[in-house]
């Protein structure tokens, strides 16, 4: 069995504060409601996202994406693919 | 008359438009969710007489959590009416997400874009091209705005007079050519074709509720669901790259305060500094000061003059009795109050309205994840330090039922401003200048207690089942005077209601209660046993462990179920409080330190009976609201919960602090200290213990 852990993707739980990167993809691991809110938010395909800020155990991120900010836990970070904007 | 619906994002200044409409005074917030039902006021535009329904925020037309629902299911029952859909327009491109979704469905929609009473924004947009490019028509107003108000009643009135032919955003086509579009649309049964349309579109999104609501099973993968979001923002992007230029850099929500507010190390201590400071406030500086003076006021004009007066006209000693100890004295110990809980009440407005409780959600969230808990909880745990009815109610934003179940029950463990009263007048009595000790204690103890329940409940009952914590943050905003004295005037209007008809009621009942026996004798007068004393006598055995077994004290605590303040009210009555002479609260304090009257204390009842009163069953009106919200079985277990927390708490308060007092405050502590290191090497071996198999990786079981 596979450890879930081991990262297949660059997800946004990984992004450094304050660096620029694009969404790839979003996976469907918390269930359809949180895939659709993702996109209903704006986290689609091709937009630019961007870590702002992390809490004091770094497991809360605040983002800003579209022009405003948007704060979740890494379990939703976790399910953003991300790539670099080179 | 015709309604009007008012839909739009969370916090864009819904509810601060239907007020300016109908000239309200609906709560508004720094936050999402405030608004958590429908609220609905008439209005007249020139001699027209329209209805409008004030909804709870939403980002689409599927909802995820309760109170969006409340708002999609009414949009959907009233697809003729007038939608006027607000927007942010610091945040239009998220907020035209939804705007594009009424357009889908075909609504008349007036698109009202609010600037927030900002005066720079951080979009300028283009509105002729905008309203010819959406095919509907578009305001720019500032809600707050007289002269913007009148324009927008004017585009209402035109608006609802035309019979709107919507122009079907451009994408729409794009929908069609997805390969299970029409094979959906045949299994919907609905004539008109632009809702069939739009169900279809909500079907490959997958919304469960819809399909439900319009009968329909259809299988089908969730490849559609991003797809037709970013179809929809692609559209946005391409109007706004045309018709809306930004105007600054940073992200809307993104502050400079924030280094020092959600700095990794100082938010936590930063936010207990601002509540310690809103309680010494309200408890012992600026609110004590307050209430001191208008004590004064109450015992020299109401007490004595009104006494005087009625003894003058009557002199039937019951009469005199009632006004003394029923109303002076009762009314008049809570009463004195009213400086200090409109103060509590401003304070907790302050906060909400400034933006910082996003900020303190964040900052909580890894926190309370860990006790089951969302930061979202915050909001209504904050509000339930000013009243738990209305907190409860709030509970509603939270998008799963156990969390909102479990953060409507804990939300009665913060002390509630009905409660200030006891803390100030008990504890002062027999603590004096320490009791700002006692009170914080107390504070500490309710969020303690809650914070383990919600522990136990996690791990037992009430899991929380979805993970979500997702949180728009918005910008800090100074509260405006106007707002404040908004504020002021809406709590103090609110208090003397409450101090009328409850509590004055209320008062009237345990006076009468208290002061004749069942054979109607005045006992001042006949002597005796009262009804009350006789009910009191009855069930006080079972405070005797808890060091407040008289009958007045048992009483009181009854009494208080139907609202907290009366508990010292209660009190005054029943020791017999003669209002006329000295201050009502000192004369309370000092018979509540005489063992003659019928309610007394020793310092270690008092700490114990305040406890109590901190920790045992919410009042009727928030059991209510429980039982509305919860329902009946978790409002009983709470209830349940509650008084056996406050018994078993209080004991232990009323034993150790008697132990304290004989043995000494050293060896006490070092038996506590004792007790707590050999509980956290029992938790710390069990759970080494447990940890043997699992993954080094992830530090669970992912490994079978």
């Known amino acids: ?86 | 008359m015709e309604e009007i619906l008012l839909i739009g994002n969370p916090n864009t200044g819904k509810t601060t438009l239907f007020n300016n409409l109908t000239k309200s005074n609906e709560h508004i917030g720094n936050w999402h969710g405030v608004t958590v039902e429908e609220k609905r006021k008439k209005f007249k535009i020139d001699d027209k007489e329209f209805e409008l329904v004030d909804l709870p925020g939403i980002y689409s037309l599927t909802a995820l959590s309760f109170e969006e629902q409340v708002a999609v299911d009414y949009i959907f029952k009233n697809l003729d009416k007038l939608v006027i859909n607000i927007c942010d327009i610091n945040n239009l491109q998220r907020n035209l997400y939804l705007t594009l979704q009424l357009l889908e469905l075909g609504i008349n929609t007036i698109l009202v874009i609010n600037t927030m009473g900002n005066k720079k924004f951080y979009n300028e947009v283009n509105l002729d091209k905008l309203q010819s490019e959406l095919g509907i028509k578009a305001i720019i107003i500032n809600a707050d705005n007289k002269k913007d108000i009148e324009n927008l009643k004017k585009l209402i009135k035109n608006q609802e007079e035309i019979d709107n032919n919507i122009k079907i955003p451009q994408y729409y086509n794009l929908f069609s050519n997805f390969d299970d579009f029409f094979k959906i649309k045949k299994v919907i049964n609905i004539n008109d074709n632009m809702l069939s349309n739009f169900i279809t579109i909500k079907v490959l999104e997958k919304d469960e509720n819809i399909m439900k609501k319009f009968n329909i099973s259809y299988e089908i993968s969730d490849k559609y669901v991003n797809k037709i979001a970013k179809i929809r923002y692609d559209y946005i992007n391409f109007i706004s790259k045309r018709f809306i230029t930004r105007n600054k850099h940073s992200a809307y929500g993104e502050s400079k305060l924030d280094k020092i507010f959600l700095n990794r190390f100082l938010s936590l201590p930063m936010f207990l500094l601002i509540m310690a400071t809103i309680f010494y406030l309200t408890f012992f500086s600026v609110g004590a000061y307050l209430s001191s003076f208008l004590g004064d006021f109450i015992q020299n004009v109401l007490g004595a003059k009104l006494i005087g007066f009625v003894s003058q006209i009557c002199n039937i000693p019951w009469v005199i009795g009632l006004f003394e100890s029923g109303i002076v004295a009762g009314l008049g110990s809570i009463l004195s109050f009213l400086p200090q809980v409109v103060l509590l009440f401003l304070f907790l407005s302050i906060l909400e309205d400034s933006g910082y409780l996003a900020r303190i959600a964040f900052s909580f969230e890894d926190i309370f994840k860990k006790v089951g808990l969302s930061g979202k909880s915050v909001y209504t745990l904050l509000m339930g330090f000013g009243c738990s009815a209305t907190a409860c109610l709030t509970a509603r934003n939270m998008e799963d039922k156990n969390s909102k179940i479990k953060t409507a029950m804990l939300t009665p463990y913060m002390s509630c401003s009905a409660k200030l009263p006891i803390y100030a007048v008990l504890g002062g009595a027999f603590f004096g200048a320490s009791n700002v000790f006692v009170v914080f204690l107390l504070y500490f103890i309710g969020v303690v207690v809650a914070i383990l329940l919600s522990m136990i409940l996690e791990k037992t009952v009430l899991k929380s089942k979805s993970q979500s914590f997702i949180l728009e943050f918005p910008p800090y905003r100074v509260p405006k005077i106007k707002r404040i004295f908004n504020i002021i005037s809406d709590n103090l209007k609110q208090f003397i209601i409450r101090i009328g008809s409850v509590i004055f009621s209320m008062n009237i009942i345990v006076w009468l209660l208290g002061s004749f026996s069942f054979g109607f004798n005045y006992i001042p007068t006949d002597g005796g046993i009262s009804m009350l004393e006789s009910l009191g006598r009855f069930l006080s055995p079972i405070f005797v462990p808890l060091g407040f077994g008289n009958w007045g004290a048992t009483s009181a605590l009854i009494a208080g179920l139907v609202a907290k303040e009366i508990i010292v009210s209660s009190i005054a009555i029943f020791n017999g409080i003669n209002a006329s002479e000295t201050s009502v609260n000192q004369q309370i304090q000092s018979s509540i330190m005489n063992p003659n009257s019928s309610v007394f204390f020793t310092q270690s009842s008092v700490l114990s009976y305040l406890v109590f009163c901190l920790l045992y069953m919410p009042c009727i009106a928030t059991m209510g609201v429980l039982n509305r919200e919860i329902g009946i079985k978790w409002t009983f277990i709470s209830i349940l919960i509650e008084f056996i927390l406050a018994y078993l708490i209080s004991f232990i308060v009323y034993n150790v602090y008697n132990l304290c007092l004989t043995y000494g405050l050293g060896f006490i502590l070092i038996l506590l200290l004792g007790i707590f290191i050999i509980l956290f090497s029992i938790i710390f071996v069990v759970k080494h213990l447990k940890s043997k198999d699992k993954c080094k990786l992830c530090g669970y079981k992912c490994k079978k």
Do not use: P
């Not at chain 1, 946004?12 to 993702?38: C, P, S, T, W």
């Not at chain 1, 800003?64 to 953003?80: C, E, M, Q, V, W």
């Open chain 1, 1 to 86: 069995m596979k450890c879930k852990m081991v990262d297949e993707y660059l997800s946004l739980k990984q992004a450094r504060l304050g660096e620029k990167f694009k969404v790839v993809k979003i996976h469907n691991d918390l269930g359809i409601n949180m895939y659709r809110r993702l996109g209903d938010l704006g986290i689609v395909e091709g937009v630019d996202i961007c870590v702002l800020k992390k809490s004091f155990l770094g497991k809360t991120l605040l983002v800003s994406l579209n022009g405003y900010t948007l704060s979740f836990r890494d379990n939703i970070a976790k399910i953003i693919e991300i790539k670099k904007v080179s």
